[in-house]
């Protein structure tokens, strides 16, 4: 653009960029003349190709089909009369069926184009101006929002963070100690040794003081057992068939104990359950068992028991505790060929061969200092 280029308006020659061209007659007008701050003009952007002049604007149809840029209030009257105010105040008697109408109206003379075409120009420049300011005012509240949110954001972060942290230093202080307790017991392992030999002693005792109770009873295996029997008539025939006379008041009581036994393999019969014995004194309990001893292979035969003749066995009775270590002690002398393993008065004894001292076994440790045994 050059300087030889007028302003429609004013008529003077534009020396800048700063202008505006109409799109419809092509009239190029400088800022003051178009109504236009420079700070519009530059919000404007594409809206400069679509810009139209006052004059342009005047010519426009207007509501009303009426040519003219600004018009004035007007007061229609009945019959189709326009009355056009100007500055003045008239007041007119309209004859029309009613002699008593009168119509007041303020008379203003139209405003000049130059007005016009200013005040068209206000309203696109508040227009613009609001449309500027409702974005620049978005802006800021997005921003701020946006900034709040933020700082929330972030102080949530930093307190999980520290919260975690608080975690990872508890955790490190449980390890701590876990790694202090392992070490202790790795170098003071002896300290458990007097403890378990404590808690074996007390099951020692225990088991003792429970055998006590079962001084006076024996046990007999072997013998077959049979619905409805009588068990202190077979405990008085095979002290008969023994050499012993007994009597009912002998006999405390007697009866099967234990769980039903399946057969064996070769077998269809389950295995009988043990005769548990009580009687009134302890002497007859010894007198029947050392009677038992001197006849080997006592059986069945001649007891009135039914099937086929069976081996019977006269035992004294061992408390659960005794009977396990009494068959643990069995199985680990056939292991290291210890010859004998027998029962006194409910104490396990156990003698490696004639001659040799017996031991007594008492518990698990006994059975791990004799058969050098680990249960572990």
């Known amino acids: 653009m050059n300087n030889s280029q007028n302003c429609a308006g004013c008529k ?44 342009c604007l005047s ?49 203003l003379n139209p405003p000049p184009l130059s007005e016009t075409r200013n005040l068209v120009q206000g309203v696109e420049n508040i227009t613009i101006n609001s449309y500027a300011d409702i974005l620049n005012d978005l802006k800021i509240y997005m921003k701020n929002l946006l900034h709040d949110e933020m700082d929330r954001v972030q102080k949530a972060i930093g307190s999980l963070t520290n919260t975690i942290k608080d975690q990872n230093s508890r955790i490190e202080q449980l390890e701590a100690r876990v790694s202090i307790l392992e070490s202790k017991s790795e170098t003071k392992p002896a300290q458990t040794h007097p403890i378990e030999r404590i808690v074996m002693q007390l099951q020692a005792d225990i088991a003792e003081r429970d055998q006590t109770l079962l001084s006076n009873d024996l046990e007999i295996a072997g013998c077959p057992e049979t619905p409805n029997e009588n068990c202190t008539h077979i405990i008085l025939t095979v002290a008969k068939k023994i050499g012993m006379e007994l009597d009912d008041k002998d006999i405390v009581s007697a009866e099967r104990v234990g769980p039903l036994r399946p057969a064996k393999q070769d077998s269809t019969t389950p295995r009988p359950r043990p005769i548990a014995v009580r009687h009134a004194r302890r002497d007859t309990r010894n007198g029947l068992l050392q009677a038992a001893r001197s006849r080997r292979n006592l059986n069945s035969d ?75």
């Open 302 to 376: 001649g007891l009135e028991l039914p099937g086929s003749t069976k081996l019977l066995y006269l035992n004294e009775r061992l408390t659960r505790f005794n009977r396990q270590l009494f068959q643990k002690a069995r199985s680990l002398a056939r292991e290291v060929q210890f010859k004998y393993v027998w029962v006194r008065e409910g104490k396990i004894f156990v003698r490696k061969e004639q001659g040799k001292p017996r031991i007594r076994i008492r518990n698990e440790m006994d059975l791990s200092k004799v058969f050098n045994y680990n249960d572990s």
């Open 59 to 107: 010519k426009l149809p207007k509501k009303g089909n009426s040519n003219t840029p600004v018009r004035g209030t007007t007061a229609i009257l009945e019959g189709g009369t326009n009355l056009r105010t100007d500055s003045s105040t008239v007041s007119h008697v309209l004859k029309s069926g009613n002699p008593n109408v009168t119509v007041r109206s303020k008379v």
């Open 12 to 55: 003077n020659s534009i020396t800048n960029k700063d202008f505006l061209q109409c799109m419809q007659c092509k009239g190029k007008y400088d800022l003051d003349c178009a109504n236009i701050s420079p700070k519009n003009f530059r919000q404007m952007e594409r809206k400069k190709e679509h810009w139209k002049c006052p004059e």
